[in-house]
């Protein structure tokens, strides 16, 4: 397991230099998994699972890792959907007063076994499973919804 950057150092690079992240687009049975944040950026705002990659790992690995860590779901990659910056005013480090920008990388995944229950970390507060693109999502991650073309399926 690789070593997490300690919060003081994490804090200087936010207010530095942009992030390499990686989100995850999680459907099953037509629909898509989406969370309310508990945390900034986007604090009470519906997303879609991810965080930061590793140094050493693979866009697919960090996203496996990441979705596993946020909602306890062992996933498949399905395909590369886009990259898109995602830049905010806030962010979860109180000392940061640049806010932070993502350089975030978005993939299709599926649950390797749909009998899975999800579990979420301690950055979410809630689930649902949506069906349609929703007007209360983040601009963001409707547009990654609207490229994957996941809801267009049907």
Request: proline fraction near 3%; include cysteine.
């Amino acid at each position: 397991m690789k070593q997490r950057i300690p919060d003081s150092i994490y804090g200087q690079i936010l207010e530095n230099t942009v992030v390499s992240a990686v989100d995850a687009i999680i459907h099953q049975d037509e629909k898509v998994l989406v969370a309310l944040r508990k945390q900034e950026p986007c604090k009470g705002q519906w997303w879609i699972p991810g965080g930061r990659q590793e140094k050493g790992e693979t866009g697919e690995e960090a996203i496996v890792r990441e979705v596993r860590e946020e909602t306890g779901l062992d996933v498949k990659v399905e395909r590369f959907v886009g990259v898109y910056d995602a830049i905010f005013d806030k962010t979860a480090f109180p000392n940061v007063k640049t806010g932070v920008h993502y350089v975030a990388r978005v993939y299709l995944v599926t649950p390797q076994d749909g009998a899975q229950n999800v579990r979420l970390d301690s950055t979410q507060r809630n689930f649902r499973w949506i069906d349609k693109i929703e007007d209360d999502l983040n601009d963001y991650v409707r547009v990654a919804l609207k490229q994957s073309g996941v809801f267009e399926r049907r």
